[in-house]
């Protein structure tokens, strides 16, 4: 009786002490597999310290080196796509084409001979230019770029278009340009007028010393730098002017070195580039009834010289420009000349940017609607472009559109492609050894 007493008394004992056993396996392997796994898991986080620190180095020696040559037929170039290597021409950027375009609400209008500037980080606006009817207007809109909304702002003081206008200190100054679509002088005019963004108010400042149509400008250093476009009769002007707004006085420049009118200018990098236009070939000259410029120069305010750039990839006229972050100056649109008769006016789609770092154009995805007589402007990273003529046959009132596109850039390796100086390998070797 005793012995059976005590072995149903001993029997839970026995099962809670193999329960016990099992619990401690059971932990044990937990412990086991969670060691596993951590070890797991810090061998990968090494292979991925391991793999990063590679790519880190294989991209900081790709950007200290000069050419990188694979075979003797092609060269990878880095950070410095200026420079000629012997034997090879230049054959792009290896992210050629990169870039998205996205479309934007529409102008409240059709609109050519504008002018866009970008505020801040979400507003553009736009200024004066041409409607579909021809007429020349006074009308200011601002454009908000996040609810894509555009607000009627005060009108100039009279109508204008084919201006330059420049942002400082929150006014926008517009110099230059004409007051009628009349092709005579009289439409030309001298005045400068000045609009107070904050207070929506227009004043007008002291008249430029020359007239300036289809001109450009831009700021820099806490000036209005206005250059080139045509004078009296249409003539091609290599004339520049900058403005002080402190004491209101316009003030001769050093001529720029290419006399042109229909051109783009934006500041950047403590320079103003000038870029394109449309200049006289003369009677000798290259491309005699054609004669859309590829060249781009810059002036510099403190030595107060003129330097030649590399040339456009494309040469054109009165296309949009904008600065995009990274000192990239970004080229778009313009006007062709089909079979070199200038009856035949084509809106391009090319779309370019410049890197002041490495003194290249790399061509970019082109803009969807191709257009000349555009505006563009930066805001917050991307560069809208707003309206702009479409294809004018024997015209004298081009198409105008009021489309507006966004395009957004993608930084990348600055890795530039040289091919060999031979047809077999390279068909544009005999005809290009850009950009000198």
Not at 59 to 64: A, E, G, T, V
Not at 187 to 208: C, E, H, L, R
Not at 310 to 328: H, I
Request: hydrophobic share 35%; net charge negative; charged share 20%.
């Amino acid at each position: 009786m005793i012995s059976t007493s005590l072995n149903m008394v001993s029997d839970p004992v026995g099962h809670l002490h193999g329960d016990i056993q099992r619990l401690k396996r059971s932990v044990n392997r937990s412990i086991y597999a969670l060691a596993g796994l951590a070890v797991v898991v810090v061998g990968l986080l090494i292979a991925l310290i391991a793999v990063g620190i590679s790519q880190h180095n294989s991209i900081h020696d790709l950007r200290q080196k000069v050419g990188i040559v694979k075979n003797p037929t092609v060269a990878f170039v880095t950070g410095f796509g200026h420079k000629n290597i012997e034997g090879l021409t230049y054959g792009g950027s290896l992210f050629r084409g990169s870039g998205f375009w996205a479309t934007k609400a529409q102008l409240p209008g059709e609109l050519t001979d504008h002018a866009a500037i970008g505020y801040h980080e979400d507003s553009v606006f736009i200024i004066g230019g041409a409607k579909a009817d021809g007429n020349v207007t006074n009308q200011v809109w601002m454009y908000d770029t996040v609810f894509q909304k555009y607000t009627q702002k005060s009108s100039m003081p009279e109508p204008r278009y084919r201006f330059g206008a420049a942002l400082f200190n929150d006014r926008i100054y517009v110099v230059g340009g004409r007051n009628s679509v009349n092709d005579s002088n009289e439409a030309m005019v001298k005045s400068t007028f000045i609009y107070d963004i904050q207070n929506d108010k227009w004043s007008k400042g002291k008249d430029s010393l020359e007239y300036h149509s289809d001109t450009c400008a831009d700021s820099l250093n806490g000036k209005v730098y206005m250059v080139g476009g045509y004078g009296a009769n249409y003539s091609y002007l290599n004339i520049a002017e900058v403005y002080d707004p402190v004491i209101d006085q316009w003030s001769q420049l050093p001529n720029m070195p290419t006399a042109r009118g229909d051109l783009m200018c934006v500041a950047v990098a403590g320079e103003m580039y000038v870029l394109g236009g449309y200049y006289d070939g003369g009677p000798n000259g290259p491309n005699v009834n054609n004669s859309f410029s590829n060249k781009m120069e810059s002036y510099h305010p403190i030595s107060t010289t003129w330097t030649t750039r590399p040339d456009l990839l494309t040469a054109r006229g009165d296309a949009g420009v904008a600065v995009l972050p990274g000192e990239r100056i970004m080229l778009i649109g313009g006007e062709g000349h089909y079979n070199n008769n200038s009856d035949f006016k084509y809106p391009k789609h090319v779309n370019e940017v410049y890197y002041v770092s490495d003194q290249t154009w790399v061509e970019k995805a082109m803009i969807p609607t191709a257009r000349f007589r555009t505006a563009a402007a930066q805001a917050g990273g991307l560069a809208y472009v707003f309206g702009g003529a479409d294809l004018c046959v024997d015209k004298t009132v081009c198409p105008a559109k009021n489309t507006t596109e966004a395009y957004l850039d993608v930084d990348h390796p600055h890795v530039y492609i040289y091919l060999k100086n031979d047809p077999y390998y390279n068909d544009n070797g005999a005809l290009s050894l850009y950009p000198f």
